[in-house]
C-alpha cells in the first residue's frame, strides 16, 4: 500500500479537505444512569432518552461513556488487532475473506466504487451464523458462515468473543433507549435479533498514507445495518457530514468512548424520524515530529468504583497501585478516566465559572482578595516575579477554614481564627455549585492520596491525619485570548506547593509539562471528563524525593477564551512536613529539613501580589547536605 494505485483515488469533488473542522456539538452521552444491567421505563432515566432521541434526530450520531463495557477487555482487543496486522501479508492471507466466506481478512476493500486505503477482518457475532440460500419465504435451506482461526496471536480467537460478548451488551442497552425515545416498548427491536442475526466486527487497519490528499480510509458511505458502535484509537479521522449544513465534521477523541450512529435500518423502522448519516475516515500522513504527551500516563480508576467510598483499597487493585506508583515517579503527572465524580457536576461549576468571568471588572472587583483576605477574585497573580495572562477565584473547600495556632490536633478549643469564602451574589447559583463539585473532587483526591500510599508501601491512610483543619482549596481559572502569545503565559512555569493538583480542563488546551527524562516541554492533550493529576512540593518531600513535583506551565490563546479548575489538596496550616519514617533509614537518610506548612504557604503567597527582588521559597531551601 505505499504507492498511490489509481484504484485510491477520489473523484476531485470528494478528495479530502485538509483542512477540517472539528466536531464539538456530537453530543456525549454519560451511560451511567443505567444500573443494574436492567432498563426501567422511568423517570430515572428520562434524561438520557432524551440524549439519545436528540442525538439520533439531529446528528444520528453520538458518544457514550460510562458504558459498561471493561476497558481491559478493549485493550486486550485492540493488542490483538495490532499483533494480528503487524504480520506478513502472507500470513494473513491464510484467513483472507471470499464471495463464499465473507469473513476474515480482506484488503481490498472498495466504497462507491473506490478502493479504501485499509486493511479488514470480519468476524461474525454468532458462529455459526445461519443464512438462508434464496429470498424465497418458502425455500428453509440455510447455508452456514463460520469465522476463520488466524495462528497469531494464539489467543486471537478468545481475545475476540470475550470483546463481542461485552460490546453485545451495550448493542442491545442503546437499542432499548432508541425504541423509548421513540415511543415504544424497550423491547420492541429484540425481535428481530433473538434468531439469526448477522452483527459483526470488524477490525481496521489504516497505515500511513503519502497521498492523503487523493485517497480516503474509508469513502463516503452510510452503514447498511441497524447501529454500529465504533471504537477508535487516539490518531482519530472519522468525519461525519453534518445534517444541519451538509459539512465534513471530524469527530473528537474521547478515551474509552464509544462512536454510536444509526443505520439505514432504524431509518426505516422509523420512517424516517432517525437518519442514517453519511460519514468517512481520513487518511493519516507518517508521523511528524510534533510533541504531544501522549506519554503521561493515562489510568482507568474503574477497579474502585465497585468499592465503598469509606473502606481501604483492597489489594484486589495491585495493577492500578503500580500504574499509580509508576506514573508519579516516572512523569510526576497522570490522568484519570471512570473517576466517579458526576459529569453534571463539573459541567455546572464550569458554566457558572463562565458567568461569573463574563461579569464586569466592576462587580467581580467585589469579591476580591488581598493580602490578608486570601479567598475571593483576583486579576494581578503573579508567578516567578512575572504577572500572569488571566483571572481567577479562589475558594477554601473546608468552610469555614479554621486555622489553629499549634500542633495539637484533638484540642477542639484550639482555635485561633478561620477564613470565609468570598460568595459572588452572581451568579446566583455560583455557591451551591461550587460546593457540590468541592465534595466530589475531594473524595477522589482521598482516593488517589490512598493509592499513592500504597505505591510507597505505606497503609492507605498514613496520610489521611494531616488533613483534618486542611487548607485545601479550589481556583476557577479564566485565560482571556492574548494577542502577545509570544511573549506572555497564563501561568509561568512553577511547581505545586500543596500536596496533590487535580485538574479539570477545557477542551482548548494550554497546559504544558516538564518533561524529566530530557526537560522538554510537553503540551497534555485534552481528555474529555477525565483529571490531570500531578505531585505537589509536600508529596515530594515526605516519599523524601521518591516522587518529585514536576515543572508545569500554561500557554496563551491567541483566539480563544480557556477555562480551568484545579482542586489543590493542602494539610492543616500547623503541619510539620518531613521525610516519613518509615521510608527513610541510614542507607536512604533524610533529605529534607522540616517545612512547616503555614510557614512555606504564606511566604510564597505574598510573592503571587506582585514583583519581588526575592526568590520564591521553594522546597530546595530546606535541603539536607549529607
Known amino acids: ?55 439520533c434526530k439531529e446528528w444520528g450520531f453520538f458518544q457514550v461513556i460510562n458504558h459498561g463495557v471493561p476497558l481491559s477487555t478493549r485493550q486486550r482487543m485492540e493488542e490483538a488487532s495490532r499483533m494480528f496486522f503487524a504480520q506478513s501479508l502472507e500470513e494473513k492471507r491464510k484467513v483472507s475473506r471470499n464471495e463464499s466466506t465473507p469473513t476474515g481478512y480482506y484488503d481490498t476493500e472498495h466504497t462507491k466504487n473506490i478502493r479504501d486505503w485499509k486493511e ?64 415504544l416498548e424497550a423491547k420492541r427491536f429484540e425481535q428481530f435479533f433473538i434468531k439469526r442475526q448477522t452483527s459483526f466486527i470488524r477490525l481496521n487497519h489504516y497505515p500511513p498514507c503519502p497521498f492523503p490528499h487523493l485517497a480516503l480510509g474509508v469513502g463516503r458511505h452510510k452503514d447498511a445495518g441497524a447501529l454500529t458502535i465504533l471504537a477508535p484509537d487516539e490518531v482519530g479521522g472519522l468525519e461525519v457530514k453534518r445534517k444541519a449544513d451538509q459539512k465534513w465534521v471530524r469527530v473528537e477523541h474521547i478515551p474509552d468512548a464509544y462512536i454510536i450512529n444509526v443505520g439505514d ?34 489510568i482507568d480508576l474503574s477497579p474502585l468504583n465497585y468499592q465503598d467510598e469509606h473502606t481501604n483499597i483492597p489489594d484486589s487493585i495491585e495493577g492500578i497501585v503500580n500504574q499509580i506508583g509508576s506514573a508519579c515517579k516516572e512523569w510526576g503527572f497522570f490522568q484519570v478516566i471512570n473517576h466517579k465524580v458526576p459529569l453534571d457536576k463539573r459541567q455546572r461549576i464550569e ?66 481564627f478561620k477564613w470565609d469564602n468570598r460568595w459572588p451574589q452572581n451568579p446566583p447559583e455560583f455557591r451551591e455549585a461550587c460546593q457540590e463539585y468541592a465534595q ?16 510507597l508501601g505505606l497503609v492507605p491512610n498514613r496520610f489521611r491525619g494531616f488533613f483534618r483543619h486542611n487548607t485545601s482549596n479550589i481556583r476557577l481559572n479564566h485565560y482571556p485570548p492574548c494577542p502577545y502569545p509570544h511573549l506572555a503565559l497564563g501561568l509561568g512555569r512553577h511547581k505545586d506547593t500543596g500536596v496533590l493538583t487535580v485538574l479539570a480542563q477545557d477542551d482548548v488546551g494550554g497546559l504544558e509539562v516538564r518533561r524529566k527524562s530530557d526537560g522538554e516541554w510537553i503540551r ?35 483566539e480563544k477564551d480557556r477555562f480551568s479548575i484545579p482542586f489543590f489538596l493542602k494539610p492543616a496550616l500547623y503541619t510539620d ?44 531551601h530546606f535541603k539536607l547536605s549529607h
Open 120 to 183: 479488514v477482518f470480519d468476524f461474525l457475532a454468532k458462529e455459526p451464523t445461519l443464512i438462508p440460500i434464496t429470498s424465497d419465504e418458502h425455500d428453509d435451506r440455510l447455508t452456514h458462515w463460520t469465522n476463520p482461526s488466524p495462528q497469531y496471536p494464539s489467543n486471537f480467537r478468545a481475545i475476540i468473543e470475550e470483546y463481542i460478548q461485552e460490546v453485545e451488551k451495550l448493542a442491545f442497552k442503546l437499542m432499548e433507549l432508541i425504541a423509548l425515545s421513540l415511543g
Open 524 to 558: 497534555v492533550k485534552p481528555i474529555f471528563n477525565s483529571f490531570i493529576i500531578n505531585v505537589g512540593d509536600m508529596i515530594q518531600v515526605w516519599s523524601n524525593d521518591a516522587y518529585e513535583s514536576v515543572e508545569h506551565r500554561v500557554m496563551v490563546n491567541s
Open 1 to 55: 500500500m505505499g504507492e498511490v494505485d489509481p484504484a485510491f483515488i477520489q473523484d476531485p469533488e470528494h478528495r479530502p479537505n485538509l483542512s477540517f473542522i472539528q466536531v464539538e456539538g456530537i453530543p456525549v452521552i454519560d451511560l451511567s444512569p443505567i444500573t443494574n444491567h436492567t432498563l426501567q421505563d422511568s423517570s430515572s432515566i428520562e434524561g438520557l432518552v432524551k440524549e439519545i432521541g436528540s442525538a
Open 351 to 416: 458554566q457558572v465559572a463562565r458567568k461569573f468571568f463574563a461579569l464586569s471588572l466592576e462587580e467581580k472587583l467585589k469579591v476580591r482578595r488581598d493580602a490578608i483576605n486570601v479567598l475571593g477574585y483576583f486579576e494581578a497573580e503573579h508567578t516567578k516575579n512575572v504577572r500572569d495572562w488571566k483571572e481567577i477565584y479562589d475558594f477554601n473547600v473546608q468552610e469555614p477554614t479554621f486555622i489553629p495556632p499549634s500542633i495539637e490536633p484533638d484540642d477542639e478549643q484550639n482555635v485561633q
Open 265 to 298: 435500518l432504524i431509518q426505516v423502522w422509523s420512517n424516517d424520524a432517525y437518519e442514517s448519516v453519511e460519514h468517512r475516515v481520513m487518511n493519516n500522513r507518517p508521523k511528524t515530529s510534533v510533541i504531544i504527551a501522549e506519554g503521561i500516563p493515562l
Open 440 to 455: 466530589e473532587v475531594e473524595k477522589l483526591a482521598h482516593k488517589l492520596m490512598e493509592l499513592i500510599a500504597l505505591s
Open 577 to 620: 512536613v518531613k521525610p516519613l519514617e518509615e521510608l527513610t533509614d541510614h542507607r536512604n537518610p533524610p533529605k529534607y529539613k522540616s517545612i512547616n506548612w503555614g510557614h512555606f504557604r504564606t511566604t510564597r503567597m505574598r510573592s503571587n501580589f506582585a514583583k519581588s527582588n526575592v526568590e520564591n521559597l521553594q522546597i530546595y
